[in-house]
């Protein structure tokens, strides 16, 4: 295809315009009020929430874009400085978390349980592992029972993150694995980090959902990634770019790469791909 044709970049966070010391790409400012001069969507994609991606749409000046939270459990836009409207929710089965929670308390008293509902961050406890997400992510947990919030049917659920020592998050993943819940799914996003979403949540899909809201053709669109649950994304789309820092069996999903994190691969992409055709 013509590379001109490009209409809207969808692009990972953490490991992708993020540098290993969580720095946003030093260069991608300037490289997106260009795209923005061009009319052409720059959409962030993550595992995170809409809080924990505030900080970084704010310094990008990307608010008025949709946000896909969650790894596409969430896709929401900005209306104003504590409000979103929801483009697209996709929310995990009640039964199904209420077995999960049972089965950690029971068997793997020390993971952590993180809930998230809409932008709301809720944990049982601050713990070791809450402090260093929070570090992250810059934001701030809300203390809850986490059985007594089940309890609120109207509470959506869109992710639950548990965290752990690695060899107890394997034991947790092959645990819940075994319990064969038909509505979600399951993947390791650090070694010690499990996730847990509704089994059709992914970012492929919410690129599709995304290509659909702008009428923006699948074949007309560029992702950028570096992780493996970035693979059908970068797939999907019409220009795939995976990171030079990202393992090799993602780079083995498209034949497009640029260099890493850490020196600027996202604008270089961006430039390469878009604005220097």
């Not at 947990?141 to 639950?160: E, F």
């Not at 770019?241 to 083995?252: G, H, L, T």
């Amino acid at each position: 295809m013509n590379l001109r044709q490009i209409k809207l970049v969808i692009s990972d966070i953490d490991g992708t315009l993020l540098t290993t010391h969580h720095l946003i790409d030093d260069q991608l400012k300037d490289v997106l009020l260009e795209l923005h001069q061009k009319a052409i969507p720059f959409i962030l994609a993550s595992a995170r929430s809409p809080e924990g991606m505030s900080p970084i749409t704010e310094e990008l000046n990307l608010s008025d874009n949709p946000l896909v939270c969650y790894n596409g459990a969430l896709v929401l836009k900005k209306q104003s400085d504590e409000n979103y409207t929801v483009l697209f929710s996709h929310e995990l089965n009640r039964t199904d978390v209420q077995q999960l929670i049972n089965l950690i308390n029971t068997k793997f008293p020390h993971v952590t349980i993180n809930l998230y509902s809409g932008s709301e961050w809720y944990v049982d406890k601050i713990d070791k592992w809450t402090k260093i997400e929070a570090d992250i992510t810059k934001e701030h947990p809300i203390v809850k029972n986490i059985q007594q919030l089940l309890l609120n049917v109207a509470l959506p659920i869109h992710k639950l993150l548990l965290i752990g020592e690695s060899e107890e998050i394997k034991q947790l993943l092959e645990y819940c694995t075994n319990l064969r819940l038909p509505n979600s799914s399951f993947y390791l996003s650090k070694d010690n980090y499990l996730e847990i979403t509704h089994r059709d949540v992914s970012k492929d899909k919410a690129l599709v959902e995304l290509s659909k809201y702008y009428d923006v053709p699948l074949e007309n669109t560029m992702a950028i990634g570096d992780n493996f649950n970035d693979i059908p994304m970068l797939s999907l789309a019409g220009l795939g770019i995976v990171m030079d820092n990202a393992p090799e069996e993602v780079k083995k999903s498209t034949n497009l790469k640029t260099t890493d994190n850490n020196h600027n691969g996202v604008s270089k992409a961006i430039r390469k791909f878009i604005l220097d055709t």
